[in-house]
């Protein structure tokens, strides 16, 4: 089993910047897809991004530009550093890893989540 913890969420202006951290225990061997979901009020989770064991990484398009999606596999951790946040981009902000063995292309990765969820942090843009 993973355990995955985030934390850095929190209330920032438009334009601001937060960091975003996950750090996974437990079988952390296993793990090799890594990424972050949001999830605004009445609306479904989506992928921000994705970075796989080898580091290739993929956004969706409305973080681009702006989202920078890193792992560091020493500390077991995954980092999301958002930049000139929108309103907009305010939602709950989940870690997610996978454990699938080969490791997944990150087309793949970015299509269907991982099994391993963290409890979510709260990213709150204002205007």
């Known amino acids: 089993q993973v355990q995955l913890v985030e934390s850095g969420g929190g209330l920032v202006q438009a334009g601001g910047s937060l960091r975003l951290s996950c750090a996974a225990s437990?079988?952390?061997?296993?793990?090799?897809?890594m990424g972050w979901y949001r999830q605004a009020p009445g609306k479904q989770r989506e992928l921000v991004a994705a970075?796989?064991?080898?580091?290739?990484?993929n956004y969706a398009d409305s973080v681009k530009g702006r989202f920078t999606i890193s792992r560091d596999n020493a500390k077991n951790t995954v980092y999301l550093q958002m930049n000139s946040l929108k309103p907009e981009d305010t939602a709950v902000y989940y870690c997610?890893?996978?454990?699938?063995?080969?490791?997944?292309?990150?087309?793949?990765?970015?299509?269907?989540?991982?099994?391993?969820w963290g409890q979510g942090t709260q990213v709150t843009v204002s205007s």
């Open positions: 997610n890893a996978d454990s699938y063995h080969p490791p997944r292309p990150i087309l793949v990765v970015t299509t269907t989540p991982g099994d391993y």
């Open positions: 970075i796989t064991s080898g580091g290739s990484t």
């Open positions: 437990g079988s952390i061997f296993s793990i090799n897809a």
